[in-house]
């Protein structure tokens, strides 16, 4: 709640039943519906949100929410404190499926190979629930992935390496860090040139595709100068026929 951005780096460490109280699991799952939305996360927000579905004064009202941003003055450590919360979760249910286990293991008409099938189950949920989870459902990226191409919209120039393509570029404000691009495009829209495909060179003189070399200057599409970095070769197996190109 002290910073907006903060929830992206341990939204993947805790869950509401990480914490061990009830209050801290009722606040973190309001903040978990916020972020799902898009919503901004603050205080306000929180307490609001805590108001909709009527847990407010479950939780020991809005003043006890605002004591929480309180004891500490920065979401530097958030990661670190995060960990320690979640460490101090699997301590918790590790001494539970311990007692049950001992409880159990001393019972006379306890079924010892039942028993042991239970612990590794419960081991195992144990373990699962401590492994970090590298993705999210699709409408959740599609939505923070329009959200950041709006922003960057908003903003004046390129914020990212640019691609040489001048309406691309207006576009996604350059290539962005972490990124995946995949480029894609039907049959014959020029994804690869046929070996004997001129080209024009920046200097204005046209060149076959083939005679290309490695530190050339092409004409780009604004008329600013591309240098070919390298000359890959593809092969690619077409209906009726076998063609190589560049």
């Not at 959200?147 to 040489?164: C, D, M, W």
Request: proline residues 3%.
């Amino acid at each position: 709640m002290i910073e907006k951005d903060a929830l992206s780096s341990v939204v993947d460490i805790l869950k509401p039943e990480t914490f061990y109280k009830e209050a801290h699991q009722r606040i973190y799952q309001a903040i978990l519906t916020l972020f799902g939305n898009s919503d901004p996360i603050d205080l306000l927000t929180v307490t609001n949100q805590l108001r909709k579905t009527g847990e407010i004064e479950l939780i020991g009202g809005g003043g006890f929410v605002a004591e929480l941003t309180f004891r500490v003055n920065s979401a530097a450590n958030i990661e670190y404190h995060a960990r320690i919360v979640s460490e101090q979760a699997l301590k918790r249910a590790l001494i539970a499926m311990s007692s049950t286990i001992l409880r159990d293991a001393y019972e006379d008409t306890t079924d010892v190979f039942e028993l042991l099938d239970r612990t590794e189950q419960s081991l195992f949920k144990i373990s699962e629930s401590n492994i970090k989870k590298n993705y999210a459902d699709m409408s959740t990226i599609v939505r923070m992935a329009l959200n950041e191409l709006e922003t960057k919209k908003n903003q004046e120039g390129l914020t990212g390496v640019p691609s040489g393509f001048t309406n691309l570029d207006r576009v996604t404000s350059g290539w962005q860090p972490t990124e995946l691009i995949i480029l894609a495009a039907r049959p014959a829209m020029g994804k690869c040139l046929g070996k004997g495909t001129k080209v024009v060179m920046f200097d204005g003189s046209l060149r076959k595709v083939e005679d290309v070399r490695e530190g050339d200057l092409l004409m780009g599409d604004d008329s600013t100068p591309r240098r070919y970095l390298a000359l890959p070769e593809v092969r690619s197996e077409c209906i009726g026929s076998n063609k190589k190109g560049h």
